[in-house]
């Protein structure tokens, strides 16, 4: 496909369990961020890769949270022992390599934590 | 803390009346200014940017919006709203400095529903 695509697009954990959400990038896309969204919130940052390689993971909230890019294509966010206050769309975004280039956007992973 | 403030939460207009949607912020230095809208079960997608040059910026479907770096403000026009231009908008920025890694910094977003 053309676009960022997100997988799954729905996840239900149960307070304590782990969970993996997948980003497929746009081909030739360099640069990818991770954001979460609250419920009536605009986009947080949370990391950012530069094909492997993860140069800013400022806006992780918790050291529960870990994400990869091992062959600088795919991407995964993990989050350990999720907690309820993980509940949100997990948004991730692609873009080439110049900082200041457009960043496009998957569909979403929305997460609840029961 | 900078920040990215969008003024109005939620906005209700009747077709074919004009819009304008406030967004300001708060870092002193060079940025990179956007529009994105999320149309109802649709991904973010962008709506127009600003880089540098004409502080009046065109998007798609009639969107413009115009920088004016003395009040920190990018705000969005458009003369004539539709009842398909019913989503969500987000303002966001891009500091630029020295190692920055190019993310984004978005304000809350304003919901925007159109009455036909």
């Known amino acids: 496909g053309a676009g960022v695509s997100q997988s799954p697009r729905y996840k239900v954990a149960k307070r304590g369990q782990d969970v993996a959400l997948r980003c497929d990038p746009i081909?030739?896309?360099?640069?990818l961020f991770w954001y979460q969204q609250a419920l009536g919130q605009g986009p947080e940052f949370l990391t950012y890769f530069q094909n492997e390689a993860q140069l800013d993971k400022s806006g992780l909230p918790s050291d529960r949270f870990f994400a990869e890019r091992p062959e600088g294509s795919v991407s995964t966010l993990k989050i350990q022992r999720t907690q309820q206050e993980d509940s949100a769309v997990y948004l991730c975004a692609s873009s080439l390599p110049s900082r200041g280039d457009t960043q496009y956007f998957g569909p979403g992973t929305r997460l609840t934590v029961l | 803390a900078q920040s990215v403030s969008q003024h109005n939460h939620h906005v209700i207009l009747s077709e074919a009346a004009s819009l304008e949607l406030g967004c300001n912020y708060s870092?002193?230095?060079?940025?990179?200014l956007f529009w994105y809208v999320q149309y109802p079960g649709q991904h973010l997608q962008l709506l127009l940017k600003y880089f540098s040059g004409d502080p009046l910026v065109k998007g798609i479907k009639g969107f413009e919006a115009e920088f004016i770096k003395s009040k920190f403000s990018f705000n969005l026009r458009k003369p004539s709203v539709q009842w398909s231009d019913t989503a969500e908008y987000f303002c966001?920025?891009?500091?630029?400095?020295?190692?920055?890694?190019?993310?984004?910094?978005f304000g809350q977003g304003t919901t925007l529903q159109v009455k036909p």
């Open positions: 966001a920025v891009n500091k630029l400095f020295s190692g920055n890694t190019g993310k984004l910094i």
């Open positions: 870092y002193g230095g060079t940025v990179n």
């Open positions: 081909s030739g896309h360099v640069s």
